[in-house]
């Protein structure tokens, strides 16, 4: 499989999934936190096997417990990559790429994302990547879902044309059902707070004494439980587009963020879709563009038209509205969504998106689907879901009720087997956030509340800017060179600032 299409994948099904009361301690009922030299590993560092990939990055495979409670018992691999520092001279240690999702890959990020880190950050570092337990090349689950729930449409849970979520309870149990049949014992241990202990055995088989890191999307609330259950082992963080870490609700508020962030980010589109000279303008005004769209999505509720090759292969309102939030993650794609617009009121369709090879995107899911569900519990009556639902679709017509809806979580049939970690400001002063101000998937109103959480441990960059994943992606030089200048020196704004 090459670096492209794993890639894909994890966008895919990233958008796909995503998205109490102490902190978690060391005690007879909570995993203890593994110890530096009982946990070292002699790695055996061999060349990656995907293709274009640095020729520098190499991979090994890091053992850890399943069940952390259970040290001694089952053990699962951990896949991990490295490239090396390009100065040995100037290097501190290791930068840890914490991918997002739930259920994004992240062997290939060194080879990725690591590529566009500036040279004193390469020279500062060992860049190191891994795919999170149960994911890729670490030990595998997967649920073994139908190929119609794999619909990036059905696993954000849009409910019917009319507000009803009587499919989505129904689909909800379906999947859940194959998750236990086919999930395995660990399905049930894969979590946030598991990835966490995951990173610091990562940490210790690397023989580091400390780690830095840059987390995005979902790899905020990763890196901030690291911070909060191991803060004496973090060196430098960066937390980019930051996950909302209420520790009543968790996955749940990452889901329910979608709304905000959708009507926060969708007048950038209306803008651009409005701008004169541009070839695919929608409409004369910015303020037009709205209506437009939500009467184009009502009408494909109502009649929707055949896509062969899609799944569903049919793009009906749900569809459109899943492609608008997957568009508003990255600012380049308004020409494709304006396209597809344009295409729908003709009453046509542009040839189908191809997908992520299917066994890829199932590993996603049910990942994806564990940690959502494995993190928190959910109600499990289609009621409590219902009001919210209702509420959701009047104040927020563009997401139409699905952020609030009821995911697979609805019918988990596991008991999360600790309380969710609680964010505090107990630590040493290490984290730099960076947020664009526009981001439909962790809204600027999200990060706030980790920023508040993190209290004295942190510093926050603002970006004036459109987008998901700030640094050296959808921000502005000012929010990049803040960053790096971190990575780089240590040096770290005094105060929260804002990037215009």
């Given at each position: 499989m090459t670096k492209i299409k794993r890639n894909a994948a994890l966008l895919a099904a990233s958008a796909a999934v995503l998205s109490l009361t102490a902190p978690l301690a060391a005690s007879a009922s909570t995993p203890a936190a593994p110890n530096a030299l009982s946990t070292a590993q002699l790695l055996d560092w061999q060349p990656c096997e995907d293709s274009g990939l640095d020729p520098r990055q190499e991979c090994a495979t890091v053992d850890v417990p399943m069940d952390y409670a259970d040290p001694t018992g089952k053990q699962i691999g951990i896949a991990v990559s490295r490239i090396p520092s390009e100065n040995p001279e100037a290097r501190?240690?290791?930068?840890?790429?914490?991918?997002?999702?739930?259920?994004?890959?992240?062997?290939?990020?060194?080879?990725?994302?690591?590529?566009?880190?500036?040279?004193?950050?390469?020279?500062?570092?060992?860049?190191?990547?891994?795919?999170?337990?149960?994911?890729?090349?670490?030990?595998?689950?997967?649920?073994?879902?139908?190929?119609?729930?794999?619909?990036?449409?059905?696993?954000?849970?849009?409910?019917?044309?009319?507000?009803?979520?009587?499919?989505?309870?129904?689909?909800?149990?379906?999947?859940?059902?194959?998750?236990?049949?086919?999930?395995?014992?660990?399905?049930?241990?894969?979590?946030?707070?598991?990835?966490?202990?995951?990173?610091?055995?990562?940490?210790?088989?690397?023989?580091?004494?400390?780690?830095?890191?840059?987390?995005?999307?979902?790899?905020?609330?990763?890196?901030?439980?690291?911070?909060?259950?191991?803060?004496?082992?973090?060196?430098?963080?960066?937390?980019?587009?930051?996950?909302?870490?209420?520790?009543?609700?968790?996955?749940?508020?990452?889901?329910?963020?979608?709304?905000?962030?959708?009507?926060?980010?969708?007048?950038?589109?209306?803008?651009?879709?409005?701008?004169?000279?541009?070839?695919?303008?929608?409409?004369?005004?910015?303020?037009e563009v709205r209506p437009l769209f939500l009467e184009l999505a009502a009408e494909l509720d109502r009649e929707p038209l055949p896509w062969p090759g899609a799944n569903p292969e049919e793009l009906n309102g749900n569809v459109l509205r899943q492609t608008l939030l997957n568009t508003l993650y990255d600012p380049d794609g308004f020409p494709k969504l304006a396209e597809l617009i344009l295409a729908a009121q003709k009453g046509t369709v542009p040839p189908a998106p191809q997908g992520p090879p299917e066994a890829m995107m199932q590993n996603a899911v049910a990942v994806g689907s564990a940690v959502l569900c494995n993190d928190v519990e959910w109600p499990k009556s289609a009621s409590a879901y219902e009001k919210g639902v209702a509420e959701s679709r009047a104040k927020y017509p563009l997401t139409a009720g699905m952020p609030r809806n009821a995911m697979p979580c609805a019918a988990w049939p596991y008991k999360p087997k600790e309380e969710p970690v609680r964010i505090t400001d107990s630590g040493p002063s290490t984290i730099l956030l960076v947020q664009n101000e526009r981001d439909p998937a962790t809204p600027l109103s999200g990060a706030l509340k980790l920023r508040t959480a993190l209290g004295k441990r942190a510093t926050m960059v603002t970006v004036n800017s459109t987008g998901h994943d700030a640094y050296l992606d959808n921000g502005n030089e000012c929010g990049d060179r803040t960053v790096s200048r971190y990575l780089a020196t240590g040096e770290r704004p005094g105060r929260d600032t804002y990037c215009a």
């Open positions: 501190r240690g290791a930068l840890f790429l914490i991918p997002g999702g739930p259920g994004g890959l992240g062997l290939d990020t060194p080879s990725g994302k690591g590529r566009k880190l500036p040279q004193a950050v390469r020279d500062t570092y060992d860049l190191i990547g891994f795919d999170p337990r149960g994911l890729g090349r670490s030990t595998p689950v997967s649920c073994g879902l139908e190929h119609a729930d794999l619909a990036t449409s059905r696993l954000r849970p849009w409910p019917a044309a009319d507000g009803s979520i009587s499919e989505n309870m129904t689909t909800a149990q379906r999947m859940s059902d194959a998750c236990a049949r086919n999930g395995g014992d660990l399905i049930r241990h894969i979590t946030t707070a598991n990835e966490a202990r995951d990173i610091d055995r990562i940490r210790a088989a690397l023989g580091e004494r400390k780690l830095s890191a840059w987390g995005v999307s979902y790899g905020t609330y990763v890196g901030a439980v690291y911070s909060q259950l191991f803060p004496h082992r973090t060196d430098r963080v960066v937390l980019d587009s930051n996950d909302d870490p209420d520790p009543t609700r968790v996955s749940r508020a990452w889901v329910a963020a979608h709304e905000r962030g959708v009507e926060d980010t969708f007048p950038e589109f209306a803008k651009w879709a409005s701008a004169p000279g541009n070839p695919r303008r929608l409409a004369a005004t910015a303020a």
